[in-house]
């Protein structure tokens, strides 16, 4: 093993490290909250909860199996393991990281619906059912992403091959990676737009919408405020929380459009063989820095898990209450 080898798994290993410490600490902060009492909250408060939960079991699962999918490619263990587990490591990569966007896309959406205000019928009766439209649109986006997928697990097999002297006493084995005709290259293309890039259009399009709504929001409170100078718009604990939300989602769709490149990159592998191993180490670093920095911005953008990272971190200086307000 060189030591560029054993960088890049030291490296990666770290920050996969990282990202299963900041998701697991998002479950377990969760599931305490929710046994806790937080069961007995309206329905849009669990929603997103019950979002951000999601999010954090599809990026664990996604750092775990994208550190397993690295090792095996730097080793180059693919016969060892076997065509099909070779091909359910790369399919459970792609599901979870395809869930791990689109749940992410619906949690800047979610935050879009509780926070803006729009005079349309359309829009207050999505607000008002924003529960049951949660939890059937996690069920659906799954099964959406489960089946956008396979395009991609049938498109790359291996073959192993022997290699024997003349006199036979000596074989060796060996295998080659190449690209099948199962599936036309424009239906690959067209799948990895739809689980890369679309969410990043709708975050995008959310992350704008809260922004431009919070500045109207503070220009007319600052206007109405105006005669009295002891009161001040950005004290209101409500705009405070709002102006934050709206931070996480800007540094979630930073931190997504990065890794979205990259991993489109990856997808595009035919175009790069002469760079397949640089490729192949940018995306493993890709998907440890979108889990790792997906839990900070979200421990850090959420009332309840900052509280709770801190009351773990600095337990005489946190109080025994949790804020129930995200």
Request: charged residues 10%; hydrophobic residues 50%.
């Amino acid at each position: 093993m060189t030591a560029v080898v054993l960088g890049k798994l030291v490296g990666d290993g770290l920050l996969a490290c990282l990202g299963v410490a900041g998701n697991a600490f998002i479950l377990s902060s969760n599931a305490w909250h929710f046994w806790s009492g937080a069961r007995e909250k309206p329905g849009p408060f669990l929603a997103g909860e019950m979002t951000v939960s999601c999010v954090a079991v599809a990026n664990l699962l996604m750092d775990l199996t994208g550190f397993l999918w690295f090792v095996i490619k730097v080793f180059h263990l693919e016969c060892l393991i076997g065509n099909a587990a070779h091909m359910c490591v790369n399919y459970t990569l792609i599901v979870t990281g395809a869930c791990s966007f689109w749940f992410t896309n619906y949690l800047c959406v979610f935050y879009m619906v509780n926070i803006i205000s729009v005079p349309n019928a359309f829009f207050i009766r999505v607000k008002r059912n924003i529960s049951v439209l949660t939890y059937t649109f996690l069920v659906i986006t799954f099964a959406f992403n489960c089946v956008l997928s396979i395009p991609f697990i049938l498109s790359s097999q291996f073959r192993q091959t022997n290699i024997s002297e003349a006199n036979g006493n000596l074989s060796e084995s060996a295998c080659n990676i190449y690209m099948t005709n199962y599936i036309p290259f424009g239906i690959q293309i067209l799948s990895g737009v739809l689980l890369l890039y679309l969410p990043a259009g709708t975050m995008v399009y959310a992350c704008v919408r809260i922004v431009v709504y919070l500045r109207h929001h503070i220009e007319k409170m600052e206007r109405s405020n105006s005669e009295n100078t002891l009161s001040s718009c950005s004290s209101s604990p409500a705009l405070q929380a709002q102006i934050r939300i709206s931070r996480m989602i800007t540094c979630l769709v930073i931190v997504y459009m990065f890794c979205d490149t990259v991993l489109f990159l990856v997808l595009l592998n035919r175009l790069f063989h002469e760079n397949t191993d640089l490729i192949q180490t940018f995306a493993a670093f890709a998907i440890s820095a979108f889990t790792g920095g997906t839990a900070s911005i979200l421990i850090f953008g959420n009332s309840n898990l900052r509280k709770n990272l801190m009351s773990v971190c600095c337990p005489a200086s946190e109080p025994t209450h949790v804020d129930n307000k995200q």
